[in-house]
């Protein structure tokens, strides 16, 4: 089963915690990235404060994704998929730990490359 994410702001703090998670980072290695306390990022994830426009900035670079991702679960790359499986694959791999998901973008990779080559020497 598929975990849907919500579109909205008040799913941040969620949204925040799995980014962190699948990095496999600790509150307290994501605090020092972003440069603040580790007090902060519990206080976001904990839906207690909402971080400033910087903070939101420096959190999506760090977490490696979109503002617009990061503060409202939405991002225009997957707006534009037509198949519905590969948009639940997304969403399932996306919750993975990023070791699990950089293996899969290899393999993914591989398969691109595979089909371009084959394509190439057919024409």
């Known amino acids: 089963m598929v975990t849907k994410h919500v579109n909205d702001l ?4 969620e949204r925040l915690r799995m980014l962190r998670k ?9 605090a020092q990235k972003i440069k603040v306390d580790t007090q902060r990022i519990s206080k976001y994830e904990r839906g207690l404060t909402s971080p ?17 991702y990061l503060l409202t679960g939405k991002s225009h790359g997957a707006d534009s998929l037509k198949n519905p499986r590969l948009i639940e694959r997304i969403e399932e791999i996306e919750e993975l730990p990023g070791e699990y ?22 024409s």
């Open 10 to 13: 008040s799913s941040f703090p």
């Open 101 to 122: 998901q950089e293996t899969l973008i290899t393999v993914l990779d591989s398969f691109i490359k595979r089909y371009k080559f084959e394509s190439l020497a057919q």
């Open 22 to 30: 699948s990095h496999d980072w600790s509150q307290g290695q994501l």
């Open 52 to 68: 400033p426009l910087d903070i939101l900035i420096e959190l999506a670079r760090a977490l490696d994704v979109s503002l617009d």
